[in-house]
């Protein structure tokens, strides 16, 4: 026996489906068995509402479908809230992802190229490396001029993943004039500057919408541009050597609107960096002030809130052999190592080389105006540089409390 029943589309429109039932009264009105169920629906997205089905036959047919449609869509829910294809599960592991591959770019690519390409070098690819090396030897002083910085680069999608694991946030407390240049001042240097890397030398928190028509260049140790495809990386971010004659040129043959980020403390202070302290290397460390007068460069002091927080270092003593070996590698090569660990790739409780993910909040504070002078005595030195440990502290000062710290937290300047 066939019936049709008019059905209400989401849309307004009105379909009809058939129901083919074989249908058996059971002495009382009822239904005994609905056997040989045929449903022919014209359109789709419909629904059913009890006032078009005209007697019990068509309400029993109709329980019929709508128990078996049920049972599909709570199968396709269950697919769907599987573990591996929850949305905010796949993009945390995204995240993990992208700060992974920034930390094993900074601590392995330039040293593992380097093996490659000079392996290819005993192979039947041998050209390949001759001419990467000759477009090197070309390309040698490119850094020192800026670099090559890319947009595209810069505003990668893998950035915005970098940003929101820990998260990364710039806050803008004053504006930057286009027609000034700027010496930044980023305090602390953590184990790796990963605040100054996401903020700088990316788009992923908008400094150059913060922060319009200033062209911001983090500087780093001038032997990674030393390192074959490491170099063009970082490059391609507006990082350059932070040496005095990338500085000079940037300053004096680059127009206005430039902003050189300096990590003041450098590798010094990466060894003092632990969860819960906030001290910065500074108290001796002047040769940015003078950059800055003989070029006229306005200082800005910037604190990051959580640079510290990412990892857990093992702290060597002063006198001790580990401390020693850490001095060495300073003085003769540039950077200390640091033995350190963050959380593992699939799990937070194990150890491994993925940060930890702690909110940093980078602070960008009151330019400090600087005077031009070609010959600056130690007198003009001293006198900006006390300047800008007054505003650093007060800077840190305040915005303390915003972060969890009490408000007897002193920064410890050394």
């Known amino acids: 026996m066939g019936r049709s029943v008019l059905l209400p589309a989401f849309d307004g429109d009105v379909h009809k489906m058939t129901v083919h039932c074989d249908a058996h009264s059971d002495g009382e009105g009822g239904m005994r068995n609905c056997g040989g169920l045929m449903v022919l629906i014209e359109g789709t997205g419909a629904f059913l509402s009890s006032h078009f089905l005209s007697t019990h036959s068509d309400i029993q047919a109709f329980n019929c479908i709508c128990g078996t449609g049920s049972s599909i869509l709570s199968a396709l829910q269950d697919i769907f809230s599987v573990t591996w294809l929850n949305r905010s599960k796949v993009e945390k592991q995204l995240q993990v992802i992208s700060v992974l591959q920034w930390v094993l770019s900074f601590l392995v690519l330039g040293v593992a190229c380097s093996a490659i390409l000079m392996y290819t070098f ?10 990467y090396f000759t477009w090197l030897a070309f390309d040698w002083n490119t850094p020192k001029k800026g670099g090559r910085r890319s947009q595209w680069v810069r505003n990668w999608a893998v950035w915005r993943y970098f940003r929101d694991y820990f998260p990364i946030q710039l806050v803008k407390t004053h504006n930057l004039l286009t027609t000034r240049n700027y010496i930044i001042g980023y305090h602390p240097h953590g184990i790796m500057g990963l605040g100054a890397f996401c903020n700088f030398s990316t788009e992923a928190t908008e400094v150059s919408k913060k922060f319009p028509g200033i ?5 780093t140790l001038a032997g990674n541009f030393r390192m074959p495809v490491l170099r063009e990386y970082l490059m391609s971010g507006g990082i350059c050597p932070v040496n005095r004659d990338t500085i000079d040129y940037l300053l004096s043959k ?6 050189i980020i300096i990590v ?9 960096s ?12 002047k040769g940015f002030v ?29 006198g001790s052999w580990g401390r020693w070996v850490q ?3 300073q003085k003769y090569i540039g950077f200390a190592p640091c033995i350190f660990h963050g959380r593992g790739l699939f799990s937070s409780d194990t150890w491994g080389l993925v940060p930890y993910s702690k909110p940093i909040t980078t602070i960008v504070g009151e330019p400090i105006t600087i005077p031009k002078l070609e010959h600056p005595t130690q007198q003009d ?7 800008y440990m007054e505003a650093l502290v007060k800077l840190f000062d305040k915005h303390k409390t915003k972060f969890g710290l009490p408000e007897t937290e002193v920064l410890e300047v050394n």
């Open 122 to 131: 005993c192979t039947d690819c041998w050209l390949i490396a001759v001419l």
């Open 215 to 219: 062209r911001p260049y983090l500087a």
């Open 254 to 259: 680059n127009g206005s609107g430039n902003a």
């Open 264 to 272: 003041v403390g450098g590798a010094a202070e990466s060894l003092s």
């Open 274 to 285: 632990m969860p819960g302290k906030n001290a910065v290397t500074l108290r001796n460390r």
């Open 290 to 318: 003078k950059l800055a007068l003989r070029h006229g460069a306005d200082l800005v002091p910037t604190y990051s809130f959580g640079e510290n927080e990412v990892y857990k270092q093992v702290i060597f003593e002063e």
């Open 327 to 329: 001095k060495k590698f």
């Open 381 to 387: 030195i001293d006198l900006y540089h006390s300047m």
